[in-house]
């Protein structure tokens, strides 16, 4: 059984930053994503990262500012957010697929989701 706990979310300003760690058990640790929904929009894929790092993706939106990172020895991913801006205010989930297969940010990939943590950048 796969369990995904999210944590580190929380309330900046802009500009600010926030690092999210995912501590999972039972993933295929070859491929994890972040991912975020904002209230009346569809979840969109933020970061993945594939075997240990040798394949990253961001969304164009974070390019430069967040960063994906990986912890095998801890089973916890992590999503570094920097320069925070209010449009990243979401719930954040990170993800994980039933196999060692991820392709970039696409939700179609994911098996198993944590509950989310909530990330809110005022203005």
């Known amino acids: 059984q796969v369990t995904l706990v999210e944590s580190g979310g929380g309330s900046v300003q802009a500009g600010g930053s926030l690092t999210l760690s995912c501590a999972g058990d039972?993933?295929?640790?070859?491929?994890m994503g972040w991912f975020r929904q904002a209230p009346g929009k569809e979840r969109e894929g933020v970061a993945r990262i594939y075997n240990r790092g040798q394949s990253i993706s961001y969304a164009d939106s974070v390019k430069g500012r967040f960063t994906i990172s990986q912890d095998t020895a801890k089973n916890t991913v992590y999503l570094q957010m920097n320069s925070l801006k209010p449009e990243d205010s979401a719930m954040y989930y990170c993800?994980?697929?039933?196999?060692?297969?991820?392709?970039?940010?696409?939700?179609?990939?994911?098996?198993?989701w944590g509950q989310g943590t909530q990330v809110t950048v005022s203005s």
């Open positions: 039972g993933y295929n640790r070859d491929c």
């Open positions: 993800a994980a697929p039933a196999g060692p297969i991820c392709v970039g940010l696409s939700t179609t990939w994911v098996h198993d």
